[in-house]
């Protein structure tokens, strides 16, 4: 077995050598690399590149310039939040764009968008980073509105709307000062700045 995957090797590398085109099934590939598929029916063809969590892939942030320009990878799981990965949304083939420091996602993603509109709400609601449209009816106080930061990506925008006669408290603090907590009868977006804490995310109104 070791003599027969070296033979493939070395075939390969003269392929390469004498061409600068690899064939694999192919005596004749037709570019730099050219992969021919097989009839068998048990033989599973296609190419695999390397996969990651968004976690894997954020603990490599470091490893990727701009002589990775292009590389490409597919993300398993996971949304990012910060650095390189912030931009990933979801399962799918994301490639490195070195211009903006951010992994893309590349054409065929299997993440959908889709547009998530909760229940209504009447008491304390821990906020899911896939809800996009909260529906608030807050009749009591004390409430608390607690908002995620992590698994989120830079950017993302909930919609929140209380038509109860109570506020409810948000958690953590939003960027501006003046709103702590979504009043009665008001409506607006939160919107993820990014890191965790007060501050990360910021309420937004008049739009």
């Known amino acids: 077995m070791k003599k027969k995957l070296f033979l ?5 590398m003269f392929s390469a050598m004498v061409h600068g085109q690899v064939g694999v099934n192919t005596q004749a ?6 992969i021919v598929g097989t009839a068998v029916a048990n033989v599973a063809d296609g190419v695999l590149v390397p996969r990651y969590t968004v976690a894997e892939l ?10 990775q320009n292009g590389a490409l ?3 398993v799981s996971g949304t990012g939040s910060t650095g390189k990965t912030s931009d990933i949304t979801g399962t799918g083939f994301y490639y490195y764009d070195n211009p903006t420091s951010k992994w893309k996602a590349a054409g065929g993603s299997s993440s959908s968008v ?14 899911l980073a896939t809800d996009s449209f909260i529906k608030l009816n807050i009749t009591t106080a004390g409430h608390i509105l607690t908002l995620p930061t992590s698994g989120v990506p830079m950017g993302k925008t909930i ?7 109570n506020g ?8 501006n000062p003046q709103f702590t907590q979504i009043q009665a009868g008001s409506s607006g977006a939160l919107v993820y700045l990014g890191g965790t804490g007060d501050g990360s995310w910021d309420w937004v109104t008049g739009f």
């Open 114 to 127: 889709s547009f998530n509109v909760t229940t209504e709400q009447v008491s304390d609601y821990t906020v």
């Open 73 to 75: 990878v597919f993300v």
């Open 58 to 67: 954020a603990a490599k942030d470091a490893a990727y310039g701009a002589s």
């Open 168 to 175: 409810i408290d948000i958690s953590p603090l939003p960027r």
């Open 8 to 12: 493939i090797a070395g075939g390969l």
């Open 29 to 34: 590939p037709k570019a730099t690399l050219d």
């Open 159 to 165: 919609y929140v709307s209380n038509i109860g006669n």
